[in-house]
């Protein structure tokens, strides 16, 4: 039988906030869907305030889909512009990263990590 998994409203889910390299600009990242729900897979909304940047990185254990929201930024490894309605693929180990590149409007993005239960379990590593 398939795990039941609750019906989750993000507003219940308590940020993880993030700064790049200590510095100001914020990411609130939460996870609504993962392992503490029994599910093998995590999904999280991120609000990315101006100017703030997710590092390049990877996920080792998993892949990723990534769907924009809201906003307007700068996706890498190629730093396409991106807005809402683009979604993009990241194979597992694929180097990635994204900046919200506007002054007073945050960047709103969905990530869902197929067979990554948990932050952990995506297996995230810096690059450079």
């Known amino acids: 039988m398939a795990p039941r998994c609750p019906l989750v409203h993000i507003d219940e889910v308590e940020p993880e906030k993030t700064g790049p390299g200590g ?9 609504p869907i993962s392992r503490r729900q ?10 990315f305030h101006p100017g703030a940047t997710a590092l ?5 254990g998993c892949d990723e889909l990534v769907y924009i929201l809201s906003g307007r930024g700068r996706f890498g ?12 693929f990241i194979p597992r180990g694929g180097e990635h990263w994204l900046r919200n590149m506007r002054a007073a409007e945050p960047l709103d993005v969905l990530a869902l990590f197929p067979g990554g ?8 590593a810096g690059v450079g």
């Open 23 to 31: 510095g100001p600009a914020v990411v609130d990242l939460r996870f």
């Open 38 to 47: 029994g599910v093998p897979n995590s999904a999280f909304l991120a609000r």
């Open 56 to 60: 390049k990185h990877r996920h080792d």
């Open 77 to 88: 490894p190629d730093g396409v512009e991106v807005r809402p309605g683009h979604v993009r």
């Open 117 to 124: 239960g948990s932050r952990v379990e995506t297996r995230v």
